[in-house]
């Protein structure tokens, strides 16, 4: 993680974070490790809950907090009520800013812990749903300090959601089921940029793709991309790979499943595991058994079908594989933590609400990680500069 590196060196020089409180909602993973560091070497005293039991690597959360002293509040395979005690225990200390992943420690702060408010000055969130959720909270007027969507940047998008997301939610899946793709229909609901990503290299293993989406401007997109655009309760007797990806609640519902193919695979790719309805494919199973293969429970249905769900629902790149290489998150938590930076230098100037990265920095974080790869562009001349600033010049 070259970008992370640099960033450390700049950081531990230039303190950003001293004297602050950090609380963070992450997958506790390599790549996590290597971003709170940062944070640390910034001046920051960290600490940090998971953003999803299944994802938690315990030897990554031991070392944190033995080497490192982070207070690291996770442990893999707790259960609901641990997992949110956990986000409650990281919130302790009282941050200054807020680090989340999905919502759920901004939500929790407040809605449970208010009181903590006034001394937040500020937070970023990295996915989308995450962000989706702020934004709603802001147009209620609930969303209580600023907000850096770090989700939304051009280069996070690309890196992170589309290139990220696309490998390594198949690396899930082959890691889980064994499975040829090739000649396979993949069902894929959502075509954002992490649908689009999915799709892409379903496609690329020679799978037929087909995309569903209740946004009209995405469903363009995939189909003028030579995707198969349907309504899921279409899609739904055709596929034999399923992979949610929209951010939304029962994507595939019980009526889905009632008319899918024996021995279809269920897998989601968004952030929480409310994309496919889990409790309604246990009340439909006449029986289930559990760990078929290593993160693969089989639900056996009355009419002797059975239909595979990969992860219990969870996102399944980060419960069945590893989730983004290090290259991808380099970048990611590179924009993050210049956010951040930027975000506590402008304490008390920014409103509460959703604010987006500002250009610099996606362009500064894009710029670094082409320059440790060794990969050089050009620079406009002062002619082109003054062109491109101008309205007077044209033909």
């Given at each position: ?100 992943d999905g919502g759920d420690m901004v939500n929790i702060l407040h809605t449970h812990y208010p009181a903590l408010l006034p001394a937040v000055t500020g937070g970023c969130e990295s996915t ?268």
């Amino acid at each position: 993680m070259p970008l992370l590196a640099s960033l450390s060196t700049r950081f531990a020089s230039q303190r950003p974070f001293e004297g602050l409180g950090i609380a963070a909602c992450l997958h506790v993973t390599a790549e996590t490790a290597t971003f709170v560091r940062l944070l640390r070497a910034g001046g920051a005293a960290v600490s940090l809950a998971a953003s999803n039991p299944l994802s938690t690597q315990d030897d990554v959360a031991a070392a944190l907090a033995v080497r490192h002293g982070i207070a690291v509040c996770a442990r893999a395979g707790v259960d609901r009520d641990g997992y949110y005690a956990h986000i409650a225990r990281a919130l302790e200390p009282a941050p200054d800013l807020v680090v989340d992943d999905g919502g759920d420690m901004v939500n929790i702060l407040h809605t449970h812990y208010p009181a903590l408010l006034p001394a937040v000055t500020g937070g970023c969130e990295s996915t989308t749903t995450g962000v989706v959720r702020l934004r709603r909270m802001a147009a209620e007027g609930a969303l209580a300090f600023p907000v850096i969507a770090a989700n939304d940047t051009p280069a996070k998008r690309m890196v992170d959601n589309t290139c990220g997301t696309g490998q390594s939610a198949i690396d899930g899946i082959l890691r889980a089921t064994n499975t040829l793709l090739a000649g396979k229909t993949v069902v894929v609901a959502g075509f954002g940029a992490s649908g689009r990503g999915v799709a892409e290299r379903a496609r690329g293993f020679g799978a037929q793709v087909i995309v569903t989406e209740v946004d009209p401007v995405r469903a363009l997109d995939a189909s003028l991309r030579g995707f198969r655009v349907l309504p899921m309760a279409q899609a739904a007797p055709l596929g034999e790979v399923f992979v949610t990806a929209s951010g939304s609640c029962d994507v595939i519902a019980a009526e889905h499943i009632a008319v899918m193919r024996d021995g279809a695979i269920l897998a989601n790719a968004g952030h929480f595991d409310v994309e496919i309805d889990v409790r309604a494919l246990a009340a439909l199973a006449a029986g289930i058994r559990r760990d078929v293969r290593p993160h693969t429970d089989a639900y056996d249905l009355p009419d002797g079908r059975a239909v595979l769900l990969l992860a219990e629902g969870r996102v399944v790149n980060l419960v069945a594989a590893e989730g983004h290489p290090p290259e991808v998150m380099d970048l990611a938590f590179g924009i993050e933590a210049l956010a951040l930076a930027w975000l506590a230098g402008n304490s008390g100037k920014l409103a509460a609400g959703v604010h987006e990265v500002p250009d610099q920095i996606d362009a500064e974080a894009a710029r670094l990680v082409l320059g440790t790869v060794g990969t050089s562009i050009d620079v406009p001349t002062p002619a082109q500069q003054a062109y491109l600033e101008s309205w007077r010049q044209g033909s």
